[in-house]
């Protein structure tokens, strides 16, 4: 085995006779010391922090709202009640109760309510809908609140509820006789989306787990190997957990609940990865080393580089994140990177270091052998003893093939891609956030009501700011006649500045629907129009609300994705380059990733659409599975190449693709199932984003480990012969032999 003195003392230093108890110790230490002293990264989440960048349109109409019209300022919660036969007048006066208590005895972060105890029941009458079956009671909340803080007031709300009613109207299922009651609108939404996440972080760890685990154990059919590539994530996960927590108390860093579940999925999916490309080279070794030491020398000398270019790969894929303006986006970067980090040190350090502790036994009941031993188990035994190969049969026949007929090989591969990216194009992409969530969410229940009962837009009116400079304009009329528009409220003036003026319009459709929110250009235009009409020649508008957030949003994701793209595919090139030092070899890995990246995107498209009933996917999802796809793919590029190179100096071409196809097949392919299978666990969680994120991630995966790594890659560098390695130089060999 081909092998880097410079990785193989290290090798020695973490995992030598006694230095191998030391590593562990120290895990162990830091593990300990840091979980004692610093706080878990669940305890800092913040998912009430701002996603939009602070020039966005929509926060600076929420500054001039705020700064111009202070009492006004608040962000909604709609209380829907409702009852299908008609609210009575004990279901009137009790709401009315409930409004009244509210109003004495008011909830932590509550801003303001409409005062309906103050009014006569006709009064409160005049506000249910058409058909008398539904009011909303709106109850604004201070903008900025922690989302714990608005659970806990949504919680007392509904204790209020059930206290006065004698029943929990909050616990009565739609379609049921009674009075009942969903809280929706921005802070119904917000609220119960974090209870969602909440809700799945235990069962998504445990899945990953559990999934991550039997995989292990039927692919290696190994009790004791399954065991120590958890063990590795585990710990660093036992590092990474409060190093982010810390990072995220002292506010360097912003994670929320969605960050910290992608992030446990990339940890163990990885994590794992990079285990067993350990794993797989320190059982090469064992079957030519008697010594498990040396053998440890030589695994960790041939697959650090892989190792760690492939951990460089993705962490530098991640940090281009930081060159995304929107929240979520940017806020990937830093707690990706540094788990990613962690990971791949503790791939080079405590496995290697477990490793060395246990020694064959890992393997067992398939413990390997090198052939001075099993001709001694065999004399003690008295029978022949299995002989255990480097490559199995199905690897060498796939070596074989793709080097006998490396034609037929592309030509198949780049057809079955090709037909799938085909499909990508034809994805519609959306940015509705109730899309997102369960039809039996309490929000989106009570959305539902009000888009049967009033008007949809209700959920979320646009707000529209003016600064008339004391012109006459008719702002409403103009707003008014536009055909998707339901409603304009007359002006409000601002008892700071009567030359502000406010206005509030409803849409007829849903708020959050994709052509609402590509409204939002023509509401601005048809609003500064009207002011020049009035002599402005400079108009001053701002259009904010929910609408206008989804517009921002939109615009931004768009931005970064054609941002950030660009910056990964550079990145990911140099690095390619340093590696391998071939212009040619850089250039096909990355074109070969970039088609799988476009055939997961059309697969995903197919999937999601005709077997799981979607009909747009969210508009942050081409980003996510750019970078995480581009970045795990490349890795099993690397290994499987970074083989190829390592044996081109003794072996001709041909044989050295052949050994480096059919020595990685079995690792990548393991590898690959457990990445693709922690992404797919994304899928049973109840968020539609999580869901498509997985789903397109995993067929991605499942892509790359069998068409792009085994067939794709290996019968382009077979077909470009010599040329592969431009501008380097490799060294004509005569044996053409696959001896190690």
């Not at 609108?185 to 119960?192: H, N, R, S």
């Not at 069962?203 to 154990?217: K, R």
């Not at 979520?328 to 990971?343: G, K, Y």
């Not at 246990?358 to 029978?383: C, D, H, N, Q, Y």
Request: aromatic fraction near 8%; charged fraction near 15%; include cysteine.
């Amino acid at each position: 085995m081909h092998e880097n003195p410079l990785f193989s003392k290290l090798g020695a230093i973490v995992a030598g006779r006694r230095s191998k108890w030391i590593t562990l110790l120290i895990w162990v230490l830091l593990t300990g010391i840091l979980s004692v002293f610093l706080p878990n990264v669940n305890s800092q989440e913040n998912n009430g922090a701002s996603k939009l960048p602070i020039d966005s349109e929509s926060l600076q109409a929420s500054d001039t709202m705020r700064a111009q019209f202070p009492s006004d300022e608040g962000v909604p919660a709609l209380v829907v009640w409702y009852r299908a036969a008609g609210l009575t007048d004990p279901d009137i006066a009790a709401i009315q109760k409930i409004a009244k208590q509210l109003t004495d005895t008011p909830l932590t972060a509550q801003k303001g309510l409409p005062p309906l105890h103050q009014m006569p029941a006709q009064a409160v009458k005049a506000m249910l809908s058409k058909d008398g079956t539904l009011l909303v009671l709106p109850i604004s909340f201070n903008e900025g609140t922690e989302t714990n803080v608005l659970q806990a007031d949504l919680k007392k709300l509904q204790e209020i509820a059930a206290n006065q009613l004698g029943t929990d109207p909050f616990a009565l299922k739609v379609g049921e006789a009674g009075l009942y009651a969903r809280i929706t609108g921005p802070v119904g939404i917000q609220t119960d989306a974090t209870a969602l996440f909440k809700g799945a972080d235990f069962a998504l760890l445990l899945a990953t787990v559990l999934l991550v685990l039997i995989l292990l154990i039927v692919l290696y059919r190994s009790p004791i190997l399954a065991i120590i590539p958890l063990v590795g994530v585990g710990f660093a996960y036992g590092i990474i957990s409060p190093i982010l927590g810390f990072l995220a108390k002292q506010g360097w860093i912003t994670v929320d609940a969605q960050s910290i579940s992608i992030m446990t999925v990339l940890l163990f999916g990885a994590g794992t990865d990079y285990c067993l490309f350990f794993v797989a080279r320190y059982r090469q070794a064992l079957l030519e080393e008697k010594d498990k030491y040396a053998a440890l020398r030589a695994s960790f000398g041939g697959a650090a580089g892989a190792i760690g270019m492939s951990g460089l790969t993705v962490i530098v894929s991640l940090l281009a994140l930081l060159f995304a303006h929107y929240g979520s986006n940017h806020r990937f970067a830093i707690p990706f990177s540094v788990a990613i980090f962690i990971m791949a040190i503790a791939s080079l350090t405590l496995v290697p270091a477990l490793l060395a502790i246990i020694g064959r036994v890992s393997f067992f009941p398939f413990i390997p052998l090198t052939p001075e031993m099993r001709a001694e188990k065999e004399a003690r035994k008295g029978r022949k003893i299995r002989v255990q190969k480097p490559v199995g049969k199905m690897s060498a026949a796939l070596g074989h093939v793709v080097t006998e007929k490396p034609k037929s090989v592309l030509a198949v591969s780049l057809i079955i891609l090709i037909a799938l990216a085909a499909f990508a194009p034809q994805i519609k992409f959306t940015y509705n956030i109730l899309e997102s969530f369960p039809s039996t969410m309490p929000s989106r229940e009570g959305f539902s009501l009000l888009s049967e009962h009033v008007s949809p837009g209700s959920l979320a009116p646009v707000k529209i700011i003016v600064n008339t400079q004391g012109k006459e304009a008719d702002v409403q009329g103009a707003l008014t006649k536009l055909p998707y528009v339901e409603s304009v409220s007359k002006p409000v003036d601002s008892k700071k500045d009567a030359a502000y003026k406010a206005y509030e319009l409803i849409f007829k459709e849903d708020p959050y629907a994709l052509s609402s929110i590509d409204r939002i250009p023509e509401i601005r235009s048809t609003t500064e129009q009207k002011l020049q009409e009035a002599g402005l020649s400079t108009p001053q508008v701002w259009v904010g609300g929910e609408t206008a957030t989804q517009y921002d949003t939109k615009s931004v994701v768009e931005r970064d994705t054609y941002m950030v793209i660009p910056v990964v595919i550079i990145v990911i090139a140099l690095l390619l380059l340093i590696y391998l030092r071939s212009i040619v070899a850089m250039v096909y890995l990355i074109a070969t990733v970039l088609l799988s990246y476009f055939s997961a995107l059309g697969a995903g498209c197919l999937i999601l659409h005709y077997f799981m009933d979607t009909s747009a996917i969210q508009g942050l999802i081409p980003l996510y599975a750019f970078v995480f796809l581009v970045a795990l793919g490349e890795d099993y590029n690397i290994f499987m190449v970074s083989s190829i190179w390592q044996e081109r100096n003794r072996l001709k071409l041909r044989d050295a693709i052949r050994l480096g196809v059919s020595t990685t097949s079995s690792v990548i392919t393991s590898a690959g199932l457990i990445l693709a299978g922690t992404f797919a666990v994304l899928a049973s969680l109840p968020i539609q984003v999580l869901v498509q994120f997985g789903v397109i991630c995993a067929i991605g995966v499942i892509l790359d480990t069998f068409i792009v790594r085994p067939f794709l890659v290996p019968s382009i560098t077979m077909l470009l012969g010599d040329l592969s390695f431009w501008p380097g130089k490799i060294k004509q060999q005569p044996q053409s032999g696959l001896q190690k």
